[in-house]
């Protein structure tokens, strides 16, 4: 008999690559989200350290000084608004991204099922052919033994 041969072996590799793309695809995804999350999180500890010079400076503070304080809360504000724009955003694509990937993989997944139906198919007739080979022999060799013709 033939050896097992899955025909839609080419499209199944194909797939495989495919699906191992996307994840690629979406781990890129999760850690820019994880870069921006520490970089919000830095942003909130910077703007947490100048909240803490007024109290440390009492009544030696400008008005100069001040200013400067209240333009770098409205900076740190806008960019942790951007910052929040852009993590939606990221959220987001990652949620696309993971759909993608969970289609790639029920592609995949459905190639790699028929594949293994198909070869235990082929098995089943292997081992058909191989019992009706091995009466066959046992048959030729027991009128063999007894004498008697074919």
Known sequence: MRRFEFQLQTALEWRAARLKEEEAKLVRLRLERDNLLRLRADIEKAAGENLKIIPMRDARITGCELGLLAECGRSTKSRLQKLAAQLRDCDSRIGQQTRVVMEADRQEQLLEDLKRDQFAEW??????????????????????????PD
């Open 123 to 148: 098995n089943y007739e292997l081992n058909r052919e191989t019992e009706a080979t091995a009466g066959e022999l046992f048959l030729a060799r027991w009128s063999q033994s007894t004498g008697k």
